[in-house]
Every structure is written in structure tokens, then in C-alpha cells.
């Protein structure tokens, strides 16, 4: 499972979308996808327009969003000290990456077929 931070989503689903082709060939190999509660909240509190917040939407779903508190911050904090997040390709939440007691099963992700709706978008640029 990857954890998105939110310079990913901006990076993924904003402007230029450098990172959208990245994203989607993570999905296309099958890859889990998810966001915590943090991240969505920095996500909706940034200047997004109707269509980044319904492609997001439609990819990740709010209501799926991981939990992230004081444990979740502690346990990213050590994993930052360790790891920092320049070494982190398509930077990786490593708040996340070190929670992993609060992560929903792999099972429970969304698994995104490749061909689909949500995986399509991610290749448009400015779509």
C-alpha cells in the first residue's frame, strides 16, 4: 500500500500534473493507493478547483481516508528522521508508512483496474 502525502496529490492532479503518468502506471501494476485523514484535509484546504476535487474524488473517495492521529504522528515523525522524504519516490507519506497498526488490510483498498474511468484521467494532462 502507498500513502500519499499531499505535494503528491498537487503534483498528480494540479497544473502541469507531473506526476499523473507516475501514478498511473503505479495503479496499472496493481499497486494500492491511499490517503490519510491529514492529507485530505491539506488536499480540500488548498486552492483546488470543481474538477481536481472530483478526480481526486473519484479515485480516492473522502470516506475512505486513513485515520491519522497521535500515534500516526509520532510513528511519521520517526520515519522522517530515518527517511526523509527526498528519498521517497512520489513522496510517500511516511507518516503513514510508519502506522502501519491503524492501515487498513490491503483488502480493504480500493484496487483500481487499469483501464478504468479513474486510471484514464490520470494520463490527461489538465484533464
Not at 13 to 35: D, H, K, M, N, Y
Not at 65 to 78: K, L, Q
Request: proline fraction near 9%; glycine fraction near 8%.
Amino acid at each position: 500500500m502507498i500513502h500519499l502525502d499531499t505535494s503528491a496529490l498537487v503534483d498528480a492532479f494540479t497544473g502541469p500534473r507531473r506526476s499523473a503518468r507516475t501514478l498511473r502506471q503505479i495503479l496499472e501494476r496493481g499497486e494500492r493507493i491511499a490517503v490519510s485523514a491529514l492529507v485530505l484535509y491539506e488536499w480540500r484546504r488548498g486552492p483546488r478547483g470543481e474538477r481536481e476535487l472530483a478526480h481526486l474524488e473519484d479515485l480516492l473517495p473522502e470516506a475512505q481516508a486513513v485515520p491519522f492521529g497521535p500515534r500516526e504522528a509520532s510513528n511519521g515523525g520517526s520515519m522522517h528522521q530515518k527517511h526523509p522524504p527526498a528519498k521517497v519516490a512520489l513522496a510517500v507519506s511516511c507518516a503513514l508508512a510508519g502506522a502501519s497498526t491503524t492501515t487498513p488490510p490491503a483488502s480493504s483498498a480500493p484496487r483500481i483496474h487499469p483501464a478504468s474511468r479513474r486510471t484514464r484521467r490520470l494520463g490527461r494532462s489538465g484533464g
